[in-house]
């Protein structure tokens, strides 16, 4: 069974503009926080965004100032708001939840391509 599933991904050029979203489904207990990480070819996983189901949000340095995160609490949602995208944007962003009980789930991924 999906337990979180995502959207929102495709192909922009440099400079554009992307919004992900990603919804946890109702056997996901009760979140402590969600957010996204991203893998480009060749390269680890890294994170790029996470909030806390609070609201604290933290960034990748690499993306601080061109990316949103925001969580909609009620409906479980997570979303990224990305602007100013460059190439080195381009990768496979997955969400990722992880949950009171420090049970962890992961998203299918989505990809990501910034290119003219």
């Known amino acids: 069974q999906v337990q979180l599933v995502e959207s929102g991904g495709g192909l922009v050029q440099p400079g554009g503009s992307l919004r992900l979203s990603c919804a946890a489904s109702?056997?996901?207990?009760?979140?402590?926080?969600m957010g996204w990480y991203r893998q480009a070819p060749g390269k680890q996983r890294e994170l790029v965004a996470l909030?806390?189901?609070?609201?604290?949000?933290k960034y990748a340095d690499s993306v601080k100032s061109r990316f949103t995160i925001s969580y909609d609490n009620l409906e479980k949602e997570v979303y990224l708001q990305m602007d100013s995208l460059t190439p080195s944007d381009t990768a496979v962003y997955y969400c990722?939840?992880?949950?009171?009980?420090?049970?962890?789930?992961w998203g299918q991924g989505t990809q990501v391509t910034v290119s003219s």
């Open positions: 990722y939840a992880t949950t009171l009980y420090e049970d962890d789930y």
């Open positions: 109702e056997t996901v207990g009760d979140i402590n926080s």
């Open positions: 909030v806390t189901s609070g609201g604290i949000a």
